[in-house]
């Protein structure tokens, strides 16, 4: 089965100070893994994704995320981080290879970026 | 709207009402998906369809019924047997999958309120 945590319910960071948000998953094989965004009242935007490569993977609006096998991880970060990117923040999975399965998503991080 | 259109953007129930939530896509995807997201529990699966005529049960999908009769449109439906649908919904479509697409798409949801 898969699974995805998301161990943060909220971040706090000021403005111009690098972030992190958390996501492991658990998966049977190799993972495909996405991060979303979603602003209030709105759906969610699709920020990156990795499925094979580079373990670093940069996406829309300056964020990256890691990705770490070892650690079965996927962090998403930023050097500096905008009161803008005050949002709510996805970790997604499915196995790869997987055709069409529905992803499984973590129940979320709020990052508040404080000026 | 990313090819993916939800309406109505807000929809108010009385108690023991069926309502019917639309999710049309015009880009000719294969799969749609409906998701439910509640405060603190992000996104759970209630139905989901890869072809035509052919659905599959999500996680929450008692008291849900949807339809697959045209490629574009995947309707749910929120019967009088769901006990608790105050809830926003979510749609998403997605071609099939391969190292060229990005996850999925969403609609920008309906929040459903029961009064």
């Known amino acids: 089965a898969q699974s995805v945590a998301q161990p943060e319910d909220q971040v706090n960071v000021a403005e111009g100070n690098p972030l992190t948000v958390k996501c492991t998953y658990s998966?049977?094989?190799?993972?495909?893994l996405f991060w979303y965004v979603q602003y209030p009242n709105r759906g969610l935007q699709f920020l990156l994704k990795?499925?094979?490569?580079?373990?670093l993977v940069k996406g829309s609006y300056g964020f990256e995320a890691e990705f770490n096998k070892s650690q079965t991880s996927f962090h998403l970060k930023k050097p500096s981080a905008l009161v803008s990117d005050s949002a709510l923040y996805f970790c997604?999975?499915?196995?790869?290879?997987?055709?069409?399965?529905?992803?499984?998503f973590g129940k979320g991080t709020r990052l508040s970026v404080i000026a | 709207d990313g090819g993916i259109t939800q309406s109505p953007k807000y929809l108010f129930r009385k108690e023991g009402q069926n309502v019917t939530l639309s999710c049309e896509q015009n880009?000719?995807?294969?799969?749609m998906y409906w998701y439910r997201q509640d405060p603190g529990q992000g996104l759970r699966l209630i139905y989901y369809?890869?072809?035509?005529?052919?659905?599959q049960k999500g996680d929450i999908a008692e008291g849900y019924s949807v339809s697959r009769e045209k490629k574009e449109s995947f309707p749910l439906t929120v019967t009088s047997a769901q006990k608790n649908p105050t809830a926003f919904y979510l749609c998403?479509?997605?071609?099939?999958?391969?190292?060229?697409?990005?996850?999925?798409?969403f609609g920008s949801g309906t929040r459903l309120t029961v009064v």
């Open positions: 997604a999975v499915r196995a790869l290879n997987s055709g069409n399965t529905p992803l499984v």
């Open positions: 998966v049977s094989g190799n993972p495909y």
């Open positions: 990795y499925i094979t490569g580079d373990n």
């Open positions: 880009l000719n995807h294969d799969a």
């Open positions: 369809s890869q072809i035509v005529n052919d659905f």
């Open positions: 998403a479509r997605t071609p099939l999958p391969g190292p060229g697409d990005y996850g999925y798409t």
